[in-house]
């Protein structure tokens, strides 16, 4: 087995505990607990490669403007 069906197989257990050890939805936790492990460790390893990369120069932001009351233009009647 490896390490990441390990990590999985643990993080489906405990999703499962959670909810109560509902019995027939064995994939359904598995699934939730292998987007999770795989989302976790693909979010990890881009942060790691954008911190070694070189910073990149970031544009100033730009102030809102204050929103204008409009004049309400009043009919004669």
């Known amino acids: 087995m490896t390490n990441l069906e390990e990590a999985i197989r643990e993080r489906a257990y405990h999703l ?7 019995e027939g939805k064995a994939d359904v936790y598995w699934l939730n607990a292998q987007r999770e492990i795989l989302t976790t460790s693909f979010v990890g390893s881009a942060s790691s490669t954008a911190a070694d990369s070189e910073p990149v120069a970031a544009k100033p932001v730009k102030k809102a403007r204050a929103a204008r009351s409009e004049k309400k233009k009043v009919r004669a009647a």
């Open 16 to 22: 499962w505990t959670a909810d109560g050890q509902p």
